[in-house]
T-cell receptor, first 114, second 115 residues
Framework: AQSVTQLGSHVSVSEGALVLLRCNYS??????LFWYVQYPNQGLQLLLKYTSAATLVKGINGFEAEFKKSETSFHLTKPSAHMSDAAEYFCAVSVTGGGNKLTFGTGTQLKVEL | DTAVSQTPKYLVTQMGNDKSIKCEQNLGHDTMYWYKQDSKKFLKIMFSYNNKELIINETVPNRFSPKSPDKAHLNLHINSLELGDSAVYFC??????????????FGPGTRLTVL
């Protein structure tokens, strides 16, 4: 079975600072990896996904993530945080033959301070 | 025009009652899902349906019964509600059955509170 671990349930950055949210995965077969964002009282929205093409994936709102097989990681970054980035971020994994079942990490709450 | 909609948005009820949550998607997708998000924001899949056929049925009490009258609708009926059922329930849809790289589109959620 596949799983993801998100290190840090809460991350706080200053506006304009680098955002780094960590995700490590475990899978016995090649994984597909996703980052979703959840704004307060809303559903989840896809930020970006890795589908075995380019290892550096660019998403919406200036976010990007790099798939590193040797480190089993898929960390999410943004060069400069904006107040509007404050939200809950979820890393998720799926695999071929899994029926498009997404297995989510426990989430990271991002706080952006002035 | 909302892509994935759920009703109601909030549901407060007593233990032992039966309730339903409705979900509709207008994206023309083949696959729909129900997820449960607990108080610690952990998200776990409950069910998925492809064109009215049950595909994924996770370890969920049989008090929970999904029903898909057509591929645009997936409703969740819960019998004999318990305190532990309090959570936010999300409906989602994706284009293709078994499409492991597909983006899932989520509804706004239904916050269920069992008293």
């Amino acid at each position: 079975a596949q799983s993801v671990t998100q290190l840090g349930s809460h991350v706080s950055v200053s506006e304009g600072a680098l955002v780094l949210l960590r995700c490590n995965y475990s899978s016995s077969v090649p994984p597909y990896l996703f980052w979703y964002v959840q704004y307060p009282n809303q559903g989840l929205q896809l930020l970006l996904k890795y589908t075995s093409a380019a290892t550096l994936v660019k998403g919406i709102n200036g976010f990007e993530a790099e798939f590193k097989k040797s480190e089993t990681s898929f960390h999410l970054t943004k060069p400069s945080a904006h107040m509007s980035d404050a939200a809950e971020y979820f890393c998720a994994v799926s695999v071929t033959g899994g029926g498009n079942k997404l297995t989510f990490g426990t989430g990271t709450q991002l706080k952006v301070e002035l | 025009d909302t892509a994935v909609s759920q009703t109601p948005k909030y549901l407060v009820t007593q233990m032992g009652n039966d309730k339903s949550i409705k979900c509709e998607q207008n994206l023309g997708h083949d696959t729909m899902y129900w997820y449960k998000q607990d108080s610690k924001k952990f998200l776990k899949i409950m069910f998925s349906y492809n064109n009215k056929e049950l595909i994924i049925n996770e370890t969920v009490p049989n008090r929970f019964s999904p029903k898909s009258p057509d591929k645009a609708h997936l409703n969740l009926h819960i019998n004999s509600l318990e305190l532990g059922d309090s959570a936010v329930y999300f409906c989602a849809s994706s284009p293709i059955a078994g499409g492991s790289t597909d983006t899932q589109y989520f509804g706004p959620g239904t916050r269920l509170t069992v008293l």
